[in-house]
C-alpha cells in the first residue's frame, strides 16, 4: 500500500470528524454564507461522508480478518447498527417531534437489505458462478427471527387498541423492545456459539491472504480509526439529512420522511452492501448473506428499542406502524425471501425478482 493511500486511509476520518465537531459546536454556520455556497457545502459533506463510509469499511474488514467468522462480520453488522441509531435519535431528539423517521428508517432498511442487497448479490453471483449453495439452516434463522421482528415492530401497532393507529402504548412499547433485544440476543447466541456451523459457507473459500503489516499486527489501531470515521459519519448525516428534509419541505414534497429515511438506510447500510457484493462474487454467498441479513436483524432488534427508549424518555410520540402500501410491499419482500432460499441453492434469476419488488420500493417511496 503506497504512502498516498495510507494517508488517505487513517487521515480521512480524522478529517471527517473534525468538519462534524467543528460544525456541531456552531463555530461554523453554513446557513449563514448563502443559498449557493450552502448547497456548495452540503455536496461536499456529502462527498466526505460516502468517502468515509469506504475507509470505515476498510478499518472494519482488516478487524474482521483478524478476530475471523462469524465474529468479523459481526464487527461490521455492529458497527453500522451504531450509526444509525445515533444518527436516528439524534434527529429525533433535535428540533421539532419527528414521530416517522425511525419507521421509515427501519422499513428502509428491510427492502434494501432484502431486495437490494440480496438482489445484487444473487444477481451477480449467479451471472458469475451459474449457481451458489447456501446452508438453508442459516438462512432459516435469519428469515425466522427478521419476520417476527418485522411484524411485531412494523405491521403489529396498526391493529392494538389501547392506542392510536400505528402507535403503541407505553408499556406496549417498552415490552416489545425487551422481546426485541432477547430475541436478537439469542439470534447472536446461536449464530456465534450454539449453531455457528449453520452459518458457514458450504464450500470453503480459499484461504484470504491477509496483509499482517496492515491488519494483522494493527487490530487496535483499525478500531480507533474505525470509531473514528463512525462517529464523524454519524454527526455529519445528520446534517446532510437534515438539509434534505428542509429543501423536500421546500418543494412542497410531503412524504419527506420516507425519502430521509431512505437516505439514512443508504448511507449506512454502504459498507455491509459493498462487502456483501464482494463476498457474492467471491462464491462465498453465505458470508455475503450474513453480512446482509444480520444487519436488517441487527436494524430492528437494536434501533427500536433504542428509540423506543428515547421517546418513553423524551414522552415524544413514537409512530412505528407502517401504512398499507408499505405493509404490502414488506410482506411481499419476507415472502420471496423465504422461496429464494428454501431450496438452498439460488441463481441470477432469483436475484432478479428481488430487485424488481426493490425498483417497486423505490417508486412507492419518491411517489406514493
Same mark, same amino acid.
Given at each position: 500500500?503506497?504512502?498516498?493511500?495510507?494517508?488517505?486511509?487513517?487521515?480521512?476520518?480524522?478529517?471527517?470528524?473534525?468538519?462534524?465537531?467543528?460544525?456541531?459546536?456552531?463555530?461554523?454556520?453554513?446557513?449563514?454564507?448563502?443559498?449557493?455556497?450552502?448547497?456548495?457545502?452540503?455536496?461536499?459533506?456529502?462527498?466526505?461522508?460516502?468517502?468515509?463510509?469506504?475507509?470505515?469499511?476498510?478499518?472494519?474488514?482488516?478487524?474482521?480478518?483478524?478476530?475471523?467468522?462469524?465474529?468479523?462480520?459481526?464487527?461490521?453488522?455492529?458497527?453500522?447498527?451504531?450509526?444509525?441509531?445515533?444518527?436516528?435519535?439524534?434527529?429525533?431528539?433535535?428540533?421539532?417531534?419527528?414521530?416517522?423517521?425511525?419507521?421509515?428508517?427501519?422499513?428502509?432498511?428491510?427492502?434494501?437489505?432484502?431486495?437490494?442487497?440480496?438482489?445484487?448479490?444473487?444477481?451477480?453471483?449467479?451471472?458469475?458462478?451459474?449457481?451458489?449453495?447456501?446452508?438453508?439452516?442459516?438462512?432459516? /434463522?435469519?428469515?425466522?427471527? *427478521? !419476520? =417476527? %421482528?418485522? @411484524? $411485531?415492530?412494523?405491521?403489529?401497532?396498526?391493529?392494538?387498541?389501547? &392506542?392510536?393507529?400505528?402507535?403503541?402504548?407505553?408499556?406496549?412499547?417498552?415490552?416489545?423492545?425487551?422481546?426485541?433485544?432477547?430475541?436478537?440476543?439469542?439470534?447472536?447466541?446461536?449464530?456465534?456459539?450454539?449453531?455457528?456451523?449453520?452459518?458457514?459457507?458450504?464450500?470453503?473459500?480459499?484461504?484470504?491472504?491477509?496483509?499482517?503489516?496492515?491488519?494483522?499486527?494493527?487490530?487496535?489501531?483499525?478500531?480507533?480509526?474505525?470509531?473514528?470515521?463512525?462517529?464523524?459519519?454519524?454527526?455529519?448525516?445528520?446534517?446532510?439529512?437534515?438539509?434534505?428534509?428542509?429543501?423536500?419541505?421546500?418543494?412542497?414534497?410531503?412524504?419527506?420522511? /420516507?425519502?430521509?429515511?431512505? *437516505? !439514512? =438506510? %443508504?448511507? @449506512? $447500510?454502504?459498507?455491509?452492501?459493498?462487502?456483501?457484493?464482494?463476498? &457474492?462474487?467471491?462464491?462465498?454467498?453465505?458470508?455475503?448473506?450474513?453480512?446482509?441479513?444480520?444487519?436488517?436483524?441487527?436494524?430492528?432488534?437494536?434501533?427500536?428499542?433504542?428509540?423506543?427508549?428515547?421517546?418513553?424518555?423524551?414522552?415524544?410520540?413514537?409512530?412505528?406502524?407502517?401504512?398499507?402500501?408499505?405493509?404490502?410491499?414488506?410482506?411481499?419482500?419476507?415472502?420471496?425471501?423465504?422461496?429464494?432460499?428454501?431450496?438452498?441453492?439460488?441463481?441470477?434469476?432469483?436475484?432478479?425478482?428481488?430487485?424488481?419488488?426493490?425498483?417497486?420500493?423505490?417508486?412507492?417511496?419518491?411517489?406514493?
Amino acid at each position: 500500500m503506497s504512502k498516498r493511500q495510507v494517508s488517505f486511509i487513517y487521515g480521512l476520518p480524522l478529517l471527517c470528524l473534525a468538519s462534524a465537531l467543528v460544525i456541531q459546536s456552531g463555530v461554523l454556520r453554513l446557513e449563514a454564507w448563502g443559498d449557493a455556497a450552502y448547497t456548495a457545502a452540503g455536496m461536499a459533506l456529502t462527498l466526505l461522508v460516502f468517502a468515509t463510509v469506504f475507509v470505515a469499511l476498510h478499518h472494519a474488514e482488516a478487524i474482521a480478518q483478524r478476530v475471523g467468522e462469524p465474529f468479523g462480520t459481526l464487527v461490521l453488522t455492529l458497527a453500522v447498527t451504531a450509526i444509525e441509531v445515533s444518527i436516528i435519535v439524534s434527529m429525533m431528539l433535535h428540533g421539532a417531534n419527528n414521530p416517522t423517521l425511525a419507521r421509515a428508517s427501519v422499513f428502509s432498511t428491510v427492502m434494501i437489505v432484502c431486495c437490494g442487497v440480496v438482489g445484487v448479490c444473487l444477481t451477480v453471483g449467479g451471472w458469475r458462478h451459474k449457481a451458489q449453495d447456501i446452508r438453508r439452516q442459516g438462512t432459516s /434463522a435469519f428469515l425466522a427471527v *427478521l !419476520i =417476527a %421482528l418485522s @411484524v $411485531l415492530t412494523l405491521v403489529l401497532p396498526n391493529y392494538t387498541l389501547t &392506542s392510536v393507529p400505528g402507535s403503541f402504548a407505553a408499556a406496549q412499547l417498552a415490552f416489545v423492545s425487551v422481546l426485541s433485544i432477547f430475541l436478537y440476543g439469542s439470534f447472536l447466541f446461536a449464530q456465534t456459539v450454539g449453531q455457528k456451523d449453520d452459518f458457514m459457507e458450504v464450500l470453503e473459500p480459499e484461504t484470504h491472504r491477509i496483509d499482517h503489516a496492515e491488519s494483522g499486527t494493527r487490530p487496535l489501531l483499525h478500531g480507533v480509526f474505525l470509531l473514528a470515521s463512525l462517529m464523524g459519519i454519524v454527526l455529519l448525516t445528520e446534517q446532510v439529512a437534515a438539509g434534505v428534509e428542509e429543501g423536500l419541505h421546500h418543494f412542497g414534497i410531503v412524504e419527506a420522511d /420516507a425519502i430521509v429515511g431512505a *437516505l !439514512i =438506510a %443508504l448511507v @449506512v $447500510l454502504m459498507p455491509e452492501a459493498v462487502s456483501a457484493i464482494k463476498a &457474492s462474487m467471491a462464491n462465498e454467498l453465505q458470508r455475503g448473506l450474513n453480512i446482509a441479513l444480520g444487519s436488517a436483524c441487527a436494524t430492528i432488534g437494536l434501533t427500536i428499542p433504542a428509540v423506543a427508549m428515547a421517546s418513553l424518555v423524551t414522552g415524544r410520540e413514537l409512530t412505528l406502524g407502517l401504512t398499507t402500501g408499505d405493509t404490502v410491499l414488506l410482506l411481499l419482500a419476507l415472502m420471496i425471501s423465504i422461496v429464494s432460499f428454501g431450496t438452498g441453492r439460488t441463481t441470477a434469476l432469483t436475484g432478479l425478482t428481488h430487485l424488481v419488488v426493490f425498483l417497486a420500493f423505490v417508486l412507492v417511496t419518491v411517489m406514493p
